[in-house]
């Protein structure tokens, strides 16, 4: 008979199969010290690559400079700044209500087939691709608009196109925060004799309250932070708009029109607007932390 | 109450009500509008030779089998990277570390600020990183890669999902009989938590078939069919883009790209659900 598998084993080996667990141990720890750090080396590679900008002409000269034009040493970016905040603002407006609304119907209006036919939609919605919104919106959306107002391409087609990319977050965000809504609270509300719409704002709304905020930061960051849907349909030309139906350009089109070819400095200014990016989702990041603390 | 006022009430009910089922079904037409106009743009343009063909004149002829290939390579190295990763800090998450411990903690943390990154911020990283520090180049391995950091939350967040949802009763069985954790883990939970996996790496593919963005100076523009890793490769949905942005006339094959690239999604979509409901009475 041949002796126990143990004892032909190397030293090497025999200590592995003792501390086996403790081995996986470390080996799950260094794959989620990886996962983790990713986020890290983001903001690392970020700050590298801007820093011989800021270095040379200062934080400021990015909001005070005359234009943007980075090859003249000149980079204000304060007209990509209301790019990005005014279509932000008008979608967040536009898909916030929606959104939420739509969720309520969801759960408190449709028959069950009917609201399981629509949460798939909704996901659906989620996941078509914005290359493909872009798409649709440069060859449907905006010859409409241009019909209505030349020259189509303008901040209200940009608008439209984002409330639709981020109607599905608010929905899906909201129609999970109105599970969580105890049951008692709603037959109480019918026991009252209070009426549906009365029952969804004064007790629906307010109890699933910092859910929906959530929902509304994380709509905002994927508005902040979408990129080809608006450069297809925004028209990309810097400037402050002076009506909803100017052409306009985001601080992400920005970066996606020049980098092909940007070099030196103004490669690194490129940056500068990738590190803004990255800040304000941080900074949105951290408040959703705090709201879900609260709870 | 008087009457007067509570039929003006009844009435903002219904008015209510009327609103709360216009939305739904405004929705619902602009998602059929936007499914439709693209399936009868682009169903003419498919055919076996649009699949197998390579673009001619910079795409408005000819087919997009060299970009299909591109998507597919891509996505194997996005795939064959962020696993990995996933599976090991799922484990370790889930299995592993007290849901107080700090590390733990931090890394859950990261990975939330990490799903919110917007893709040309993975973009610009995946640029200044993959490309140029680590000497990539424009490459499929490049995008590959800055994918696989853009999927990792995802991943993560469903195998962990799928591991939690393992009954506590396997792990204090396993225990009793003296079985030791890896082996409890080998043998039980990794293939319980399989369908929890497999949902979200048919996710973590959708997402990363869709972008865009994080490709443009990672994996670059050539529409040329690859001959190794390190070459640079058009994704479908960067033919898209370029077909509709930048080349005048490549309407028509931009519509049958972006319904090549729907069906994909389509297809995806269905098997996560799939995937999803036979998970879901797994433990019922």
Same mark, same amino acid.
């Given at each position: 008979?041949?002796?126990?598998?143990?004892?032909?084993?190397?030293?090497?080996?025999?200590?592995?199969?003792?501390?086996?667990?403790?081995?996986?141990v470390w080996?799950l720890r260094?794959l989620a010290a990886?996962a983790g750090?990713?986020?890290?080396?983001?903001?690392?590679?970020?700050?590298?690559?801007?820093?011989?900008?800021?270095?040379?002409?200062?934080?400021?000269?990015?909001?005070?400079?005359?234009?943007?034009?980075?090859?003249?040493?000149?980079?204000?970016?304060?007209?990509?700044?209301?790019?990005?905040?005014?279509?932000?603002?008008?979608?967040?407006?536009?898909?916030?209500?929606?959104?939420?609304?739509?969720?309520?119907?969801?759960?408190?209006?449709?028959?069950?087939?009917?609201?399981?036919?629509?949460?798939?939609?909704?996901?659906?919605?989620?996941?078509?691709?914005?290359?493909?919104?872009?798409?649709?919106?440069?060859?449907?959306?905006?010859?409409?608009?241009?019909?209505?107002?030349?020259?189509?391409?303008?901040?209200?087609?940009?608008?439209?196109?984002?409330?639709?990319?981020?109607?599905?977050?608010?929905?899906?965000?909201?129609?999970?925060?109105?599970?969580?809504?105890?049951?008692?609270?709603?037959?109480?509300?019918?026991?009252?004799?209070?009426?549906?719409?009365?029952?969804?704002?004064?007790?629906?709304?307010?109890?699933?309250?910092?859910? =929906?905020?959530?929902?509304?930061? %994380? &709509?905002?960051?994927? #508005?902040? !932070?979408?990129?080809?849907?608006? $450069?297809? /349909?925004? *028209?990309?030309?810097?400037?402050?708009?002076?009506?909803?139906?100017?052409?306009?350009?985001? =601080?992400?089109?920005?970066?996606? %029109? &020049?980098?092909?070819? #940007?070099? !030196?400095?103004?490669?690194?200014? $490129?940056? /500068?607007? *990738?590190?803004?990016?990255?800040?304000?989702?941080?900074?949105?990041a951290i408040?959703t932390e705090l709201i879900d603390q609260e709870v | 109450?008087?009457?007067?006022?509570?039929?003006?009430?009844?009435?903002?009910?219904?008015?209510?009500?009327?609103?709360?089922?216009?939305?739904?079904?405004?929705?619902?037409?602009?998602?059929?509008?936007?499914?439709?106009?693209?399936?009868?743009?682009?169903?003419?343009?498919?055919?076996?030779?649009?699949?197998?063909?390579?673009?001619?004149?910079?795409?408005?002829?000819?087919?997009?089998?060299?970009?299909?290939?591109?998507?597919?390579?891509?996505?194997?190295?996005?795939?064959?990277?962020?696993?990995?990763?996933?599976?090991g800090t799922a484990i370790l998450l889930a299995e592993f570390t007290p849901n107080q411990n700090w590390f733990g903690r931090l890394v859950r943390r990261s990975l939330d600020v990490?799903?919110?990154?917007?893709?040309?911020?993975?973009?610009?990283?995946?640029?200044?990183?993959?490309?140029?520090?680590?000497?990539?180049?424009?490459?499929?391995?490049?995008?590959?890669?800055?994918?696989?950091?853009?999927?990792?939350p995802?991943?993560i967040r469903?195998t962990e999902a799928?591991l939690r949802?393992v009954?506590q009763?396997?792990r204090l069985?396993?225990?009793?009989?003296?079985?030791?954790k890896?082996?409890?883990?080998?043998?039980?939970?990794?293939?319980?938590?399989?369908?929890?996996?497999?949902?979200?790496?048919?996710?973590?593919?959708?997402?990363?078939?869709?972008?865009?963005?994080?490709?443009?100076?990672?994996?670059?523009?050539?529409?040329?069919?690859?001959?190794?890793?390190?070459?640079?490769?058009?994704?479908?949905?960067?033919?898209?883009?370029?077909?509709?942005?930048?080349?005048?006339?490549?309407?028509?094959?931009?519509?049958?790209?972006?319904?090549?690239?729907?069906?994909?999604?389509?297809?995806?979509?269905?098997?996560?659900?799939?995937?999803?409901?036979?998970?879901?009475?797994?433990?019922?």
């Open positions: 008979m041949s002796k126990p598998k143990t004892l032909s084993q190397s030293p090497l080996q025999s200590w592995f199969t003792r501390h086996k667990d403790q081995c996986l080996l260094g990886i750090a990713i986020i890290l080396l983001i903001l690392i590679f970020l700050i590298k690559e801007s820093l011989p900008v800021l270095q040379e002409v200062g934080i400021k000269a990015f909001f005070q400079d005359r234009a943007w034009n980075p090859v003249e040493q000149s980079y204000n970016l304060v007209p990509m700044i209301w790019g990005t905040g005014l279509t932000m603002f008008g979608s967040v407006l536009l898909a916030t209500p929606l959104g939420i609304l739509s969720a309520i119907f969801c759960h408190y209006y449709a028959p069950q087939s009917i609201a399981i036919i629509y949460r798939r939609l909704i996901e659906l919605l989620a996941g078509i691709p914005s290359v493909v919104y872009g798409f649709w919106g440069l060859v449907v959306l905006v010859p409409m608009i241009n019909r209505l107002h030349p020259p189509g391409t303008s901040l209200l087609a940009g608008i439209c196109i984002l409330t639709l990319m981020i109607l599905p977050t608010i929905a899906l965000v909201a129609d999970a925060a109105f599970a969580e809504i105890p049951q008692e609270y709603l037959l109480g509300a019918k026991a009252m004799g209070l009426s549906a719409s009365g029952t969804i704002w004064h007790i629906v709304i307010p109890t699933a309250k910092s859910g =929906l905020l959530i929902g509304v930061i %994380l &709509e905002t960051g994927r #508005a902040i !932070g979408e990129t080809m849907a608006v $450069l297809m /349909v925004c *028209g990309n030309v810097v400037q402050t708009p002076d009506s909803i139906f100017d052409p306009i350009r985001t =601080l992400t089109a920005n970066i996606a %029109l &020049e980098m092909a070819y #940007a070099l !030196g400095n103004h490669r690194s200014a $490129l940056f /500068v607007s *990738g590190l803004l990016l990255l800040m304000i989702i941080i900074v949105l408040a | 109450m008087s009457r007067k006022a509570s039929s003006k009430l009844i009435n903002l009910d219904q008015l209510f009500k009327v609103v709360i089922w216009l939305i739904p079904l405004s929705i619902t037409a602009i998602f059929i509008w936007i499914l439709s106009d693209i399936v009868i743009g682009g169903i003419g343009q498919i055919s076996w030779a649009f699949l197998t063909t390579n673009p001619l004149d910079a795409g408005r002829d000819g087919g997009i089998a060299p970009i299909l290939v591109s998507t597919f390579l891509i996505l194997a190295v996005c795939l064959v990277a962020s696993v990995p990763i996933s599976i990490l799903a919110g990154v917007p893709s040309i911020v993975f973009g610009l990283f995946g640029n200044a990183f993959f490309a140029q520090t680590l000497g990539l180049g424009f490459s499929i391995l490049s995008g590959g890669l800055t994918l696989a950091c853009m999927v990792l995802i991943l469903s799928g949802a009954p009763e396997y069985n396993s225990a009793a009989l003296g079985i030791s890896t082996s409890t883990l080998w043998h039980l939970l990794l293939p319980a938590a399989t369908p929890g996996l497999l949902v979200g790496l048919v996710l973590g593919l959708g997402r990363a078939i869709a972008e865009t963005a994080a490709l443009i100076f990672t994996s670059g523009y050539v529409d040329r069919m690859p001959t190794s890793l390190l070459d640079s490769g058009r994704s479908l949905s960067i033919h898209i883009f370029d077909l509709s942005m930048n080349v005048s006339g490549g309407d028509s094959n931009a519509y049958g790209s972006a319904l090549i690239l729907i069906l994909i999604l389509l297809i995806i979509n269905a098997i996560a659900a799939w995937l999803g409901s036979k998970y879901n009475y797994l433990y019922d």
